[in-house]
């Protein structure tokens, strides 16, 4: 018999609410699995931001609203991957981003897609470890 725990989701209080059928993140064994996050703010359920810069900011944080519920910070992440709709914004969002992850340099890839849900210009997601 296994004493493996079953993966947990995870329901971050300060993050926004899901657009789908997902969990914040899930806990698996040492491992947090962060789904991705566009820059929505948490309190109107909007994307405040009209650049790639802002929505990846907004994003950030909200990363990091799920990261606290489970008593972790940014440091805690080990790889995160970018989505953005235009690689042309690739150098503004990477701003923000070295701003935001305070010299902590996670793996990272960074991905052009077609679109994002709620015609977000920016998604991120990423995996930590506790």
């Not at 209080?13 to 820059?39: E, F, M």
């Not at 929505?55 to 950030?60: E, I």
């Not at 940014?74 to 991957?81: D, M």
């Not at 015609?119 to 930590?128: F, H, K, R, T």
């Amino acid at each position: 018999m296994s004493t493996k725990a079953a993966p947990q989701a995870v329901t971050a209080p300060r993050a926004p609410a899901p657009v789908g059928p997902y969990a914040h993140a899930v806990a698996a064994g040492g491992t947090l699995y962060l789904s991705g996050q566009i820059g929505l703010d948490p309190d109107t359920g909007r994307i405040p931001g009209a650049t790639a810069a802002e929505q990846a900011r907004q994003a950030l944080r909200n990363l990091r609203a799920v990261l606290e519920s489970q008593d972790l910070t940014l440091r805690a992440l080990a790889k995160v991957t970018v989505f953005l709709t235009d690689m042309g914004q690739f150098a503004a969002v990477n701003d923000v981003y070295a701003e935001e992850m305070a010299g902590w340099t996670p793996a990272r890839s960074v991905v052009q897609v077609s679109a994002l849900p709620k015609g977000a210009l920016v998604e991120i997601e990423g995996i930590a470890c506790r």
